[in-house]
């Protein structure tokens, strides 16, 4: 059964998408299909048709099209395009007919795939040939088998892959209580340079989002990005994972990470006026004694308020999304990292100084130590 032609409620038409897919609309025109072609049922099955066309094209094994095979297309053309036809050059195929163009492929293809059609050669030899040995990978469909249009989904509504990108389905990661919710994406992009997709993430400052030097790549922990580049906005981050590679013939392979927040916590029944923006580290000062209390992690969306005391007690309350495991398997994690050792009754000592963590709510928990100027 044929599939059903679908409509676009946009009016996108072929000849748009055939440019767009070469990179040849003006960029304002770029840009809004790309928009629109990850919501759109009849583009994407347009640009599908294109890609098997393609595909179709770049694997099938070269042959000798004898004279026989151009007298075959010559005869099944009408007698106004024949007049000037022959064996075509280069610079002729601009100007035959769409119709004509598809009859010439469909002989062809009749052609390579039925030698004997064509051949008025020597047919002595009747053994198989020899497979060619694959030496470079032609397409995105070969690079990444399987993949599709790719889109960044209904949580990002403001990130557009760029155009002519297809992925494979995205992995999941992370998503426990209190954790990101994290999606890898496989990518390839046809008609691109390296520097052409760097550029189209950059641009996502032009729409709010905002560098960010960390990303949470455990679905809690914000780690460095390092060589990467990630973004943030609202409570939800973006991370171009490199290497990016170019296979040639503009065809890219890199990775994109999207990370989506848990559900917030509802701090207002602890009783404190906690911050509005949201902590990923302690604000603490750095000490000169010591720098073991400085920017000491912590869960994801967690809210603070400092509650210090008499006798150098420095604190904060926090609240933070998750569960008291989650909040405290985290913290637990994390204070060994930094070399803190938990010596019981919610005590943790590192090289002389102590912190005490105390979990008994997400919405009102609580860190504390003595301020090393009021030590001994």
């Known amino acids: 059964m044929n599939e059903p032609h679908l409509h676009c409620p946009l009016g996108v038409h072929r000849q748009q998408l055939s440019a767009w897919r070469d990179h040849a609309l003006a960029e304002h025109e770029m840009r809004r299909i790309a928009e629109h072609v990850?919501?759109?049922?009849?583009?994407?099955?347009?640009?599908?048709?294109?890609?098997?066309?393609?595909?179709?094209?770049?694997?099938?094994?070269?042959?000798?099209?004898?004279?026989?095979?151009?007298?075959?297309?010559?005869?099944?053309?009408?007698?106004?395009?024949?007049?000037?036809?022959?064996?075509?050059?280069?610079?002729?195929?601009?100007?035959?007919?769409?119709?004509?163009?598809?009859?010439?492929?469909?002989?062809?293809?009749?052609?390579?795939?039925?030698?004997?059609?064509?051949?008025?050669?020597?047919?002595?030899?009747?053994?198989?040939?020899?497979?060619?040995?694959?030496?470079?990978?032609?397409?995105?469909?070969?690079?990444?088998?399987?993949?599709?249009?790719?889109?960044?989904?209904?949580?990002?509504?403001?990130?557009?892959?760029?155009?002519?990108?297809?992925?494979?389905?995205?992995?999941?990661?992370?998503?426990?209580?209190?954790?990101?919710?994290?999606?890898?994406?496989?990518?390839?992009?046809?008609?691109?340079?390296?520097?052409?997709?760097?550029?189209?993430?950059?641009?996502?400052?032009?729409?709010?989002?905002?560098?960010?030097?960390?990303?949470?790549?455990?679905?809690?922990?914000?780690?460095?990005?390092?060589?990467?580049?990630?973004?943030?906005?609202?409570?939800?981050?973006?991370?171009?994972?490199?290497p990016l590679t170019d296979h040639g013939s503009g065809l890219i392979t890199y990775t994109v990470l999207l990370a989506t927040a848990p559900p917030a916590p509802d701090c207002s029944a602890s009783g404190n006026t906690f911050s509005q923006g949201y902590y990923y580290l302690l604000p603490d000062p750095h000490y000169t004694q010591t720098p073991l209390y400085a920017d000491i992690p912590l869960p994801p969306l967690t809210r603070i308020v400092p509650n210090d005391a008499a006798g150098g007690i420095r604190g904060y309350d926090l609240c933070s999304a998750g569960s008291v495991a989650s909040i405290t398997a985290f913290m637990q994690a994390q204070l060994t990292a930094l070399g803190w050792s938990n010596t019981g009754n919610n005590v943790w000592m590192n090289k002389g100084y102590s912190l005490i963590l105390l979990v008994p709510a997400t919405t009102q928990w609580t860190i504390y130590w003595r301020d090393p100027s009021f030590l001994p």
């Not at 690079?143 to 989904?153: E, I, M, Q, R, T």
Request: aromatic share 6%.
């Open 38 to 242: 990850p919501t759109c049922a009849a583009c994407q099955q347009t640009l599908a048709q294109f890609g098997e066309i393609a595909s179709l094209l770049h694997h099938q094994p070269l042959t000798d099209l004898t004279s026989s095979v151009w007298n075959g297309v010559h005869q099944r053309m009408r007698p106004k395009e024949r007049i000037t036809m022959s064996r075509p050059r280069p610079a002729l195929w601009g100007g035959i007919s769409a119709a004509a163009l598809i009859v010439l492929i469909a002989v062809i293809l009749t052609a390579i795939n039925h030698p004997s059609l064509g051949n008025t050669g020597n047919t002595g030899n009747t053994g198989t040939a020899p497979s060619p040995t694959v030496t470079a990978a032609t397409d995105c469909a070969a690079l990444l088998p399987g993949a599709a249009v790719a889109s960044a989904g209904a949580q990002f509504p403001d990130v557009a892959f760029p155009p002519a990108t297809v992925g494979l389905s995205p992995t999941r990661s992370g998503g426990d209580v209190g954790q990101f919710t994290i999606t890898t994406h496989a990518l390839c992009t046809a008609h691109a340079t390296v520097a052409a997709i760097t550029a189209h993430f950059g641009d996502l400052t032009a729409s709010g989002w905002l560098h960010s030097n960390t990303f949470p790549t455990d679905g809690s922990f914000q780690s460095p990005c390092g060589t990467d580049q990630c973004w943030a906005k609202d409570v939800r981050y973006i991370k171009l994972a490199g």
